[in-house]
């Protein structure tokens, strides 16, 4: 290890000396470059076509862009499943060609390229679906050339996504589509170079049209791996990571270190074939590590990797110092960089609403400003480490974000004051002294929950073990080992359960399931004895949380409002519709049928509630008396059957156990009999304890009823499957509470909504009562609001809030906002400084932490929600914060997953994702709503901001005591 540290020093070592004074502070840039395996083994072609599509315009646009600027060097992480699949794309085989059509074009094929190809041959073999798809999809890109008044305005593209909203396309309006689509997947910049600039604005596309798009297509594809090779040559650096990028500690925590070395031996090969030289430094897939996934690295000889700014608070115990932040520290055989978190989130999320010249300002001050508060700045290195391609295609910059890159390559040229280092040229010159005592498992997101922890997750989890184990039981050979390591990539606990939502979940879903099937074939198994499961097609589900009722269960609606609460579902044929509901420990089902229950006394056939199991438990995937798939494992089954019903309407529901073959076996316990009573009358109404379902409250299963006879499917509810949430019940005693009035969700007085529908109902962020519970060795803090709706799916149950709530229960304290607080843009008087401070929102990547004054954190507490009663529930341990007592400020705002500290901005005119009615956006507070203490005026504090002066308003806390 200490000679290929030398053997870099020789190869990377910069020239001494540096400018009078301060000398510059070094500024690494990372851009990670990465896709999952989106090639389905059991077919041979893509299921998504994201490689092929940013391929042709960031993938190519990034490298392009930095060559304009020879005197600025970055480091890309090039990811090894992403280089495949370009490399894929490029070749085209003899068998391939042999094949003739698209394969004749292109080396790969994905579904967008399917659809295209029968549209221009074909249109009549396209099902109703598939047109449904290609509508909205051929319309999934960065809108930049859809945008009046831009450089590359496209009217007729703009006019089709107008028509798209309004009525189905034509054939030729779809190939219309199709061809811009294609077309504008294509850096514009080079539409000149390939020949296809005539084709900007047209009506009428052609076959022949097509097949120059793709030609096209695959002649930029084809440049790609060129181009980094030729910034490699200028001096920039490239590295890899885990082939399939797979999160490592979870992955060392399971005991699988061998293949980690498996996928990053293999990353290391490919890196050696195309760019000629091993890869000196590893990216750890989601900036996610842990000592043993250090160590690893280590182990396989890379000498850097880069980790998240929150790694090293939970490292140190408190928040980095400036210049904590920026030196490189070793952890064994590894060099660490930490990241600056906030100023990589600004170009992720933030600077994309921005005028280009303001973001670029902005970026150069922060750094400016790091370089300012550095003794000595030359000896430090500022990292700025995120997603490549993400940043440019998501995040709203104009023109996709090349006016942007070039901006910000320019102002860093002529700057002095900093200069652009790779991070092996920067530890080659300044090796890694500081010695890091102990490493926190944790990622950019804090945590590891994005990627484990929800029954989706754990599920999948819980397969793939059950994969590794049997396919290491036979034979592990290099095709086992591939579909295994794939199956390993993160991308697909990503999208798994409600926390992120992709549009497409079952298609991630059959792509791991294909990966798990591909190794247990290979391993020598036989479909048979292949787990069931792995060959069920997903239907993505229905959401909502349930609400509380206390019926009285014999069969008829016996008191106004009794099934209130419930989740009312829409049935298919005998069923006409169904109700869900929970009590304390209970599940309660009402369902409706046509005829009316009663009448179906008797008779054979039989009222199934099938539900998710937990997490590994053995799950069959047809229906228990008719074999039809309803889109979702069934783990258990529960069942009334008519025949048994007695003529009083009375009966029981019994529990069957999904044995992962087909057959189920009865489970019921004798013992829980009388709390699984039914009875039939206008309705069925049913009970099933928690227990027998494996659920508690906070917790959530997948539900679908049926109505079936041998061989027959008589009902459904509903058509897609039910995920469905049970709250979390409030379990402390209410210790203080305060009312905070409705309809003063206003700001100063003047703030209104965004325009986009999703905010159309009132009170989103109202905040109607705030309360505080003892709750033993716990505190639990409730938040009410008059709707807490959840349209994006947040894995707390709620969308649209959130919540910064700051302390002041100690001495001592600050009188600024956190850093992850900031955008809200408030002070605190010094009589009242803050102790910690909580985010809290409806993703637990970034809404359920706890910082302290003193800088220590971020720590972890728990967020759920009662959506039925507008309620947000947040549980924090006294051990870490022993008292609560004391002054507490609470500001609500609107939650946004892109915007700085996750809120959203107020600006002067409401846009349709931005809130207006703010008088000045840069001094005045971002809070649609504030508690404040009786008789104060939420307006008046609010306004009392002072741009002259440079000061944000000062709030005021009220006072919890009891």
């Not at 599920?459 to 050979?477: G, I, K, P, T």
């Not at 409600?498 to 020598?524: C, E, I, N």
């Not at 069920?536 to 609606?557: C, F, H, N, W, Y």
């Amino acid at each position: 290890m200490r000679r290929l540290w030398a053997a870099v020093i020789l190869l990377l070592a910069v020239a001494g000396g540096g400018l009078a004074g301060k000398g510059p502070l070094n500024l690494a840039l990372v851009w990670h470059q990465h896709q999952p395996l989106y090639w389905n083994r059991l077919t041979g072609e893509y299921e998504l076509p994201w490689v092929r599509v940013h391929g042709v315009q960031e993938y190519i646009d990034s490298p392009r862009i930095l060559a304009e600027f020879p005197g600025i060097r970055v480091a890309y992480n090039l990811q090894p499943s992403l280089l495949r699949q370009l490399l894929d794309y490029v070749e085209i085989t003899e068998g391939e060609r042999a094949r003739g059509g698209l394969y004749e074009l292109i080396g790969a094929v994905d579904n967008h390229l399917r659809w295209v190809w029968a549209l221009i041959h074909d249109p009549a073999t396209l099902i109703p679906e598939d047109r449904k798809a290609m509508q909205a999809q051929f319309f999934w890109i960065n809108p930049y050339m859809l945008r009046p008044g831009g450089k590359y305005f496209d009217p007729r593209y703009a006019e089709l996504n107008r028509l798209k909203d309004v009525r189905p396309l034509t054939d030729q309006e779809l190939i219309d589509a199709a061809g811009l689509f294609l077309l504008w997947q294509i850096s514009p910049e080079l539409h000149q170079e390939l020949g296809v600039a005539d084709l900007q604005g047209k009506a009428g596309f052609t076959a022949d049209d097509i097949v120059r798009l793709i030609r096209a297509q695959h002649t930029v594809l084809s440049r790609v791996v060129d181009a980094y090779r030729e910034i490699q040559a200028g001096g920039s650096e490239l590295i890899t990571s885990p082939f399939y990028h797979p999160i490592l500690p979870l992955l060392a925590e399971r005991g699988w270190d061998e293949d980690v070395l498996g996928q990053l031996a293999q990353a290391q090969a490919q890196h050696v074939r195309l760019f000629g030289v091993p890869a000196m430094g590893a990216w750890p897939p989601e900036q996610a590590v842990s000592e043993r996934a250090l160590a690893l690295f280590g182990e396989a000889s890379f000498l850097w990797t880069v980790a998240d700014e929150w790694t090293l608070a939970g490292a140190l115990g408190r928040s980095p110092s400036r210049a904590e932040l920026t030196c490189a520290y070793r952890f064994g055989d590894i060099a660490v960089l930490f990241r600056d978190h906030n100023l990589s989130d600004k170009i992720s999320f933030a600077y994309g609403n921005k005028p280009t010249a303001e973001a670029v300002a902005d970026f150069m001050d922060e750094v400016r400003r790091t370089w300012e508060g550095l003794d000595a700045p030359e000896e430090h290195v500022l990292v700025v480490a995120l997603d490549g391609e993400n940043w440019m295609f998501m995040a709203g910059y104009p023109d996709n974000g090349r006016e942007f890159l070039r901006a910000l390559y320019q102002a860093l040229s002529q700057a002095d004051w900093v200069r652009t280092v790779t991070p092996a040229e920067y530890l080659a010159a300044h090796p890694a002294r500081a010695v890091l005592a102990l490493v926190p498992t944790g990622s950019w997101a804090g945590d590891l929950s994005t990627w484990g922890g929800e029954p989706e997750e754990d599920e999948a989890w819980a397969r793939l073990a059950a994969a590794r184990e049997a396919v290491f039981a036979r034979a592990a050979n290099e095709a086992v080992l591939d579909a295994l390591y794939a199956a390993e990539g993160s991308d697909w606990f990503w999208w798994y359960g409600t926390d992120q939502d992709s549009g497409t979940d079952d298609l991630f879903d059959w792509l791991m399931k294909a990966h798990l099937v591909g190794a247990y074939r290979a391993a020598g198994y036989s479909d048979q004895e292949i787990p069931q499961v792995l060959f069920l097609r997903l239907r993505i589900p229905i959401s909502a949380s349930l609400g509380e009722v206390k019926p009285t269960l014999d069969g008829r609606v016996s008191a106004p409002g009794e099934w209130a609460e419930a989740v009312t579902i829409p049935g298919q044929g005998a069923i006409r519709q169904a109700a869900v509901a929970y009590g304390e420990t209970y599940l309660y089902v009402r369902v409706d049928l046509d005829p009316q229950a009663s009448e179906w006394i008797g008779k054979d056939a039989k009222l199934l509630l099938y539900a998710t199991g937990k997490p590994g438990e053995l799950a069959n995937i047809t229906t228990r008396h008719t074999g039809d798939q309803l889109g979702s494992a069934l783990g258990s089954a529960v069942e009334l059957d008519f025949a048994k019903v007695k003529s009083d309407g009375s009966g029981y529901v019994f529990r069957y156990a999904a044995d992962g073959k087909g057959g189920w076996r009865l489970s019921s316990p004798i013992r829980t009999l009388l709390f699984r009573k039914a009875q039939v009358e206008e309705a069925v109404e049913f009970q099933v304890p928690f227990e027998e379902l494996g659920v508690e409250p906070g917790q959530s299963l997948v539900l679908v009823l049926t109505l079936e006879r041998p061989g027959e499917l008589l009902g459904q509810a509903p058509e897609r499957p039910l995920w469905a949430r049970i709250p979390t019940l409030i379990q402390g005693v209410e210790v203080w509470a305060m009312e905070d009035p409705a309809g003063d969700d206003h700001g100063p007085g003047t703030y209104v909504y965004p325009l986009n529908a999703v905010f159309a109902q009132p009170g989103l962020f109202d905040l109607l009562r705030y309360a505080v519970y003892d709750a033993g060795d716990r505190w639990q803090l409730a938040f009410e609001f008059p709707v807490l709706p959840n349209p994006w799916n947040g894995p707390h149950g709620f969308s649209h809030p959130i919540i910064y709530l700051y302390l002041d229960v100690a001495a001592g304290g600050r009188t600024d906002s956190h850093e992850e607080g900031k955008a809200a843009q408030v002070a605190f008087g010094p009589a009242h400084p803050w102790d910690y401070f909580l985010k809290i929102a409806g993703w637990p990547a970034y809404g359920r932490h706890l910082w302290t004054a003193a800088g220590e954190g971020p720590f972890l507490v728990e967020v759920a929600s009662d959506p039925k009663r507008g309620r947000i529930i947040v549980t924090i341990a006294k051990s870490l914060v022993p008292e609560i007592r004391g002054w507490h400020y609470v500001l609500v705002g609107s939650q946004d997953g892109y915007g700085p500290n996750h809120l959203r901005p107020v600006g002067k005119t409401a846009g349709e994702w931005v809130g207006g009615g703010c008088p000045d956006p840069l001094w005045a507070p971002q809070i649609y709503d504030y508690l404040v203490p009786a008789g104060a005026s939420q307006e008046e504090l609010l306004s009392a901001y002072d741009p002259a002066g440079r000061r944000y308003a000062t709030l005021v806390p009220v006072e919890v005591r009891w």
